[in-house]
C-alpha cells in the first residue's frame, strides 16, 4: 500500500516507469546504454531479479541453472549529473515482488567457508538451498531448517542489495562493493532513507538491484533473503558537491559506508567519511568530531563475503551541532 507521503511524491512529479526484461540485465557497473533518461526530481518506478535471476523457484532447482549473479536494473541517466557532484537516491518504497525468498549456501563462498580468497585444505561447504515463505500481511518470512523440524518467523526489511553508479573509467563486477557504492548488502538501502554517490561520468548511471527481503549483519553465508523487488526512488543532483564514498541519510541519522579489505580499513574509511562529514556541515573541528564519535557512534559490518567487505558507521543527528547554513539536519 502506498503511504501518503510516496502518493504526494508520484503525485507531484515526473515518474519514469521501465520495466527489465532477462535480456536486458546488467552484471557490472560501469558504462552502458541507459534504459530510460530521467530528470532532477522525477521518480523512477521499476523492478529488480533476485540475485539468481529468479531461476530457483523449487526443490530440486541448482545454482548451475543461474546464468550470472546479481543482475542489475539499469543504467538510468540523470539529466545535469556531471563528475564532480553527487546523486541522491531517495528510496521511497521497496515491495517484495513474489510470495517467497531463496538463501543459499555454495562452495567457495561464504564468510566461514574456504574461498579463493581464504584457500583451506578442508572440503568446502556443500550446496544447499532454502525457500522462504514470504507472508505480506504479516510482514513476515519464515525459516525452516533442512535438517531438523524447525521453523521459525523473520520480520521483513526490505532493501536493495546492490545500489550505485557507474565507477567512472573502469566496470566493477555486480558482485563487488567500493566508491561507487554497488553490492554494499547495507539495509540501510531502504525505504524512507537517501542514498548519496559520487557522480563518475556524465549522466551518473545509476543501477539498482539484488532485493533482499531480511539479512543478517555480514550476510555470512553469502545471501540474504532473496527476492525480486519493486522499487520506488526518487532522484537528484547536489551540483558541486563532491564526496568519496557512498553516504546514508534518513531524519535522524547520518551514515557513512567502507568498503574494503582488510575489515579495519573499511571501518577507517567508514568514520573518516563521517568526521568529514560533520566538520564540512558544522562547526565542530575534526579531533572533537573523532572525540565525540567515540561516545556515541556506532558501526555495523552488511556484510563480509565478497571480494571487499562493507562496513557502515552512523551517528545519531540529536548529538550534532546545528549545520551552518542554518537548515535543520
Not at 131 to 156: G, M, Q, W
Not at 220 to 237: F, L, N, S, Y
Request: glycine share 8%; charged share 20%.
Amino acid at each position: 500500500m502506498l503511504t501518503t507521503a510516496i502518493l504526494t511524491a508520484l503525485l507531484a512529479q515526473n515518474v519514469v516507469r521501465y520495466e527489465p526484461k532477462e535480456s536486458e540485465l546488467k552484471y557490472t557497473f560501469g558504462a552502458a546504454e541507459p534504459v530510460a533518461r530521467v530528470k532532477p526530481g522525477d521518480v523512477i518506478d521499476t523492478k529488480t531479479f533476485d540475485c539468481f535471476v529468479n531461476r530457483i523457484r523449487k526443490p530440486g532447482d541448482t545454482l548451475s541453472m543461474v546464468p550470472g549473479d546479481n543482475p542489475l536494473t539499469g543504467p538510468f541517466y540523470v539529466e545535469g549529473a556531471e563528475p564532480g557532484d553527487t546523486l541522491a537516491v531517495k528510496i521511497l518504497q521497496l515491495d517484495v515482488d513474489g510470495d517467497q525468498g531463496v538463501g543459499a549456501l555454495a562452495p567457495g563462498f561464504g564468510a566461514l567457508n574456504t574461498t579463493n580468497y581464504t584457500p583451506m585444505l578442508h572440503a568446502p561447504v556443500p550446496e544447499k538451498i532454502w525457500f522462504y515463505p514470504i507472508d505480506r500481511a504479516k510482514n513476515e518470512a519464515t525459516f525452516t531448517a533442512l535438517d531438523s523440524k524447525y521453523s521459525v518467523r523473520i520480520p521483513l526489511h526490505p532493501f536493495l542489495g546492490c545500489l550505485g553508479v557507474s565507477p567512472g573509467l573502469e566496470s566493477r563486477s555486480s558482485v563487488t562493493p567500493a566508491e561507487h557504492g554497488g553490492n554494499m548488502d547495507a539495509p540501510e538501502a531502504s525505504a524512507g532513507n537517501t542514498a548519496y554517490f559520487p557522480v563518475n561520468v556524465k549522466g551518473a548511471l545509476l543501477y539498482l538491484g539484488d532485493g533482499h527481503a531480511a539479512m543478517g549483519d555480514g550476510e555470512i553465508a553469502g545471501t540474504a533473503i532473496e527476492v525480486p523487488m519493486h522499487a520506488r526512488v526518487q532522484v537528484d543532483v547536489i551540483k558541486g558537491q563532491k564526496i568519496a564514498w557512498p553516504r546514508f541519510e534518513n531524519a535522524s541519522q547520518l551514515m557513512a559506508v567502507g568498503a574494503y579489505r582488510p575489515l579495519d580499513d573499511a571501518l577507517r574509511i567508514a568514520f573518516t567519511e563521517l568526521i568529514a562529514w560533520i566538520t564540512n556541515e558544522t562547526t565542530m573541528s575534526q579531533l572533537d568530531a573523532y572525540q565525540l564519535l567515540s561516545q556515541v557512534g556506532k558501526v555495523h559490518v552488511t556484510e563480509m563475503v565478497d571480494p571487499n567487505y562493507v562496513v557502515v558507521a552512523s551517528v545519531d543527528k540529536k548529538y550534532l551541532p546545528p549545520r551552518k547554513n542554518g537548515k535543520p539536519w
